[in-house]
């Protein structure tokens, strides 16, 4: 069983918005204690894009056109993308850390989903 599974990714136009789901299987979301969002642009190194702990989170250089946020009971996070442009094309990956705290690198998070792609077209 997967424990991260992304949704919601797909084909969009330059300005459009899309919401990422990230869904944790069983009863491991509540147990997560940091829980972030990265991507990877193709010929590019995956790079930290946010994250959310129990109440607190922090978005990085894309403050302002993305926000982070989860639903407990749902067992999911969420990444709303708006005003969306080309160089935001790549694969977006879920993460997660039993440890809390503001993880930048991804050798900090020990699971992850399989990713799924967001293409801005112009």
């Known amino acids: 069983q997967v424990p991260l599974v992304e949704s919601g990714g797909g084909l969009v136009q330059i300005g459009g918005s899309l919401r990422l789901s990230c869904e944790a299987s069983g009863r491991t979301f509540n147990s997560y204690a940091t829980m972030a969002w990265f991507r990877q642009a193709p010929g590019k190194k995956r790079e930290f894009v946010a994250l959310?702990?129990?109440?607190?989170d922090y978005i990085g250089a894309l403050k302002g056109r993305f926000t982070i946020s989860k639903d407990n009971v749902k067992r999911t996070l969420y990444l709303q993308m708006n005003d969306l442009k080309p160089e935001d094309t790549a694969k977006y990956y879920c993460?997660?850390?039993?440890?809390?705290?503001?993880?930048?690198?991804?050798?900090?998070?020990?699971?992850w989903g399989q990713g799924i792609q967001v293409t801005v077209s112009s």
């Open positions: 959310m702990m129990r109440n607190i």
């Open positions: 993460a997660a850390s039993l440890r809390e705290g503001i993880f930048l690198p991804e050798y900090e998070y020990d699971t």
